[in-house]
């Protein structure tokens, strides 16, 4: 079934396909009292929005999102105050262009939707890669906007920790310099620009693409969210991130390295606080045990694949089941991990307000 | 929440924890007219079942599933057919000892769940390790085992692929030896077996514990199943996964190995098949594109961290905020990941089983 | 939870309030393929529009839809296809005019949502009701539209059969003259125009209003649609005609007048039909017997409270607790039961299409 | 599709049928630290308890409740404390008798659901109705039992108003009355039990039944809980109600009766209360405003439709669609609405629970 909500309390549906007028999302569930401005929201999608360096898509969209609901204006004018009630955002598409995608009406992309999309609906709407087009996560990016007002206190960042082969050294890490406006890549590594840069030039200009491996990371969380199994807060972050396009892996903390580790060295020791609280020596665990948090930072990390949106000529077939080759023109990302971070962030605040109320409702202890 | 339900159309709801006198699930939403023995189940759940080599814990479980509902007699005397109503599946619990959780009632073990289940519900069942034990995860074994039946032509398989520095050889892959009843391990590589056993009897006798990684195949599921985004299969299989205790990471295809590689490496390419169906010549993909299956074969691995529970002292706290040193004795397994691979086969079996539901239900296509 | 979505499979949710740019829904888990024109949604929404009478409403609003997503132009320029992704449908507010409401942000109104509204939130919107404005049941018959498109050979219809203390004869019947243009009630009793509007006016010079029973009725439902319980097909209606603003009571076939019954009375009889299939002698059941559709026609039934927004002085306090009195004017609706009637079906279309969909999900046979 | 679950975050998840080894309920998302004792929950089984008199059904049923999960022993060693995680509930059947059921295995009962359960799932169980059989209520009675003790200070309690043409006095209205010992009706007028012995006698002897309508009322609710759309308190309510077996309508407050009324009859009033909360003048509104709760009692009604086990024969088809006569033997109550008031008494119990906890999630508000 194509269902477009995710979350239990605080939810998010999302509608619209990047050749349509418009796409936008609904976020239902929100709390009352919730304060926030235009311009808040506006400063997340900014962060997404393509066109502003040479290493993403050309693609111009202003990505002004507009709020149709679910608001009242607060004292100042500026502010606006929910009121408990579906708020409804819309992003208008400006810069269709459907005509660059004539050729693809027929022919299956390797490592595209084309094909699974015929298989599914008997059916496709070719232009643009429907709700498959990155266009689609700008909605949740609005929405993540939100949703980081919901647990005070709580700080959602993301960084670019790899891409292709090369990785940024952990040791220079510096949230400030992630959205410096010198750092195109969201890398927390400042050394790291000229060789993301260097390489993604190269990768560029011989009409190729690469992936990405992106972390994020919330602070701020209280001890309690999440539950024992199914509706463990890890499990929720997982699923959430993978359903961003082209993510194929994800992993809280150690993540696939705790497969390799001993249990002595896994599991995190605590030490007294001086509030009661343990202190952890380690975080190992990523800030989830047993699927309900600790207290320690949530980190996340995703895998973001190649865009298959490469000049090379590739094999496939089209509808009708001839072998043709196919090469993809048009305005594309050769990384799209890149913008991957904002929206990485978004998934993770979402999933992190709905199991703040979930566990505020069950418990009433937050 | 602590909502034990997963799945839209399959639904399952697990309950149970491993103290208490059962445990057991109800799965909802089962198409009637599925035929299926009783020794069909039990033979899924005895693979799962401890106490089968040295290399697992010992508690001593038959684990014999009774089913208490929503099922007709065959004409044969032994097989079942379902009517669509809540198959409800009982286990009971035979060996709980639960004297032996005595000391962990005080001291959160490091690694565990005990303090955040006290952060999140104010009190805890101390004994056995509540919902988050591995025993719940014999519910899913039931449930898996008639999902196994929903998808005409399906069929699930894992295998265990790495355990702690160990990896297999994918060259001497057998998916034959995998259930032989020379192979304590689930692993596909017979060549592995030794090694294994050297290294997971050394980390054993030093009280010590290590994590591994499961890979889950479906063959045989058709094209068109999943979704674009929120309800795509790869999504909804991660997320599954990851609700199995001690998972710590997930990955589709070519996984995180895919932020590697570029973009005309990953993409699968496609020549015409005998039934105007393409054939890929590759399967990076891990049989979905777009959230969306691709008739190939659905490929995921997670891994599972060491378990927590080891005789190596830990600094801890206690429920006062004291600081202290926990050892973890009683019967616990040196390498929960072994007995992992039967439940991320009824986790993948279930949530493609779901997905064929949703299928037919939007589409009427299958 | 403020949950704006009902269905399964096929979903929608609704956002908006009468005083903001616009209100709209998203249909999501449409089939692909379902084909249909704008004029078809516009048609149903103007049956519903305010304006059209002395006796409704005199907001002007032209509830003019606009489809931002989900749909593929078909080939003869008119008719739109379902892609199978949300359906989204936008209705600008026009004729806001939010001064009227200025006195109710801080008195009561009885018998409205005010005091409710700040019991839950602790804040609200008074402009215009909020959510509970009637105008966000404008987006419940654009949807409804398009459910009318899924279940093949489904006619779902309705009428007003009772105001106040008045009621139709049922010996007059005529299905043709609900949409008569001369018929501002959607009567099906050509008779009871005269009685009807002749007690409306006197009702409205008065300042006062009245209530209604408003009957929806789905032919051509295929037999097996429903479940035993918690599913049930009549549940479900119940539910969602119930969630229409202002509705007090909702019954399905004889409804409360089967608690008067025997047995031998309610029970309808069957005959053989020329397919095998049964013929019924009546239809008490209103088409619905243990959940599960019998292929007769359901029949559904509801209460419609008269609206509380009258001239005359009625007793109440404030946000402050000091008692006030409360005069309610603006623009009403003297009986929003006769606007209800293809409110009601919609709810009643959405909710079968939903049960077609499940029913195919889990079983195939449709 | 079958799904046997209710609720969003109070879940109630039912199992079984009346000729199997037992039937069930999970209730999953119950707080923790919620205490009660097992003498509490069977009190509760034992008011809807078949055999109690002679106008019930003679079926003997201990309906003795086991729990099996989700609870951790108090103290003083009787009382239970649920610790968040699913409680499981296990009833057995002992008095099953499907020998009595061989007839209408090939003939479709009027009334009952078998023609439709073939329509439905193509086969049937027809040992005991299935799931339809109200053997199914007792879980929700022992879930009832549970929800009942969420919301601190609501008290739930329901009365039969009306079994076929006789009605109750409500100046009469005694609660006191309803549950004592001399009264096998659950009426609250002690003058009606000799006119309804009188009267179901009557029927009785000839072999028929009746209907019945039952009040149920919660005290004690606070102000806030609901939505105004949707997610309606009262809209659950009535599905909720309506999901019960042989319910045919549901209403709230002055329910069908107002849409006779005008709107100044029909608007509660409010004058000022000790503590700034508004003292309502009448309760045409059953508690609820806009879909949310105002802190009166939440007065809910259904009707119940008369048993379709009669003696009287019928006419109807067999499966293979040839007519025949039918005649219900067996051990049936001649007015399945008098033990239908301890049903309804849980399912509105579950609904506030479930509407609590929400509220709570949302708006940190209780």
């Known amino acids: 079934m194509s269902h477009n909500t995710f979350g239990h309390l605080f939810r998010v549906t999302t509608w619209g396909e990047s050749h349509g007028p418009a796409i936008g999302c609904v976020v239902d569930g929100c709390p009352p009292g919730i304060r926030f401005t235009l311009a808040e929201i506006q400063a997340e999608l900014d962060r997404r929005r393509p066109g502003q360096s040479r290493f993403v898509t050309q693609r111009r969209e202003p990505d002004e999102v507009r709020i149709l609901s679910g608001v009242m204006p607060g004292e100042d004018g500026e502010t606006l105050v929910t009121t408990g009630t579906p708020v409804s955002m819309l992003i208008e598409n400006v810069d269709q262009r459907s005509k660059d995608y004539g050729e693809i009406a027929e022919r ?31 909605t949740r990016v609005a929405a993540g906007a939100l949703a980081r007002k919901i647990v005070p206190g709580m700080v959602v960042r993301g960084a670019l920790v790899a891409m292709g082969e090369k990785e940024i050294d952990r040791a220079n890490w510096d949230w400030d310099f992630v959205n410096d406006p010198e750092n195109p890549f969201f890398t927390p590594d400042r050394q790291s620009v000229a060789v993301f840069a260097d390489y993604l030039d190269g990768i560029r200009k011989e009409g190729s693409s690469v992936g990405a ?29 993978m359903s961003i ?3 194929k892996g994800v992993e809280i903390g150690a993540g696939f390295s705790a ?4 249990g002595e060295e896994n599991a995190d020791e605590m030490r007294a606080g001086n509030d009661g609280q343990p202190v952890f020596m380690s975080n190992h665990a990523g800030g989830i045990l047993g699927g309900i948090s600790t207290g320690q930072p949530i ?8 865009t298959s949106s490469i000049l090379t000529p590739r094999r496939s077939i089209d509808r009708s089941g001839r072998e043709v080759e196919v090469v993809t023109k048009g305005r594309h990302d050769p990384c799209v991990g890149i913008r991957a971070v904002p929206i990485g962030e ?10 703040y109320l979930r566990h505020r409702g069950q418990t009433g202890r937050v």
Chains 1, 2, 3, 4 share one sequence.
């Open 259 to 262: 497969a390799r580790l001993r």
């Open 213 to 241: 491996v992106i972390e994020v990371v919330a602070e701020g969380v209280p001890a309690g969210l999440g539950a024992p199994i199914y509706a463990k807060l890890d499990q929720d972050i997982c699923g959430n991130l």
């Open 299 to 306: 980190v996340a990390r995703f895998a973001v694949k190649p």
């Open 245 to 247: 396009n082209a993510v």
């Open 346 to 355: 978004a998934m993770l605040a979402c999933t992190i307000a709905d199991h």
């Open 108 to 138: 299956y992309r390797p490592g595209h939707a084309d094909y699974t999309y015929d298989a599914k609906y008997g059916l496709r709407d070719y232009r643009g890669g429907g709700r498959s087009s990155a266009r689609e996560t700008a």
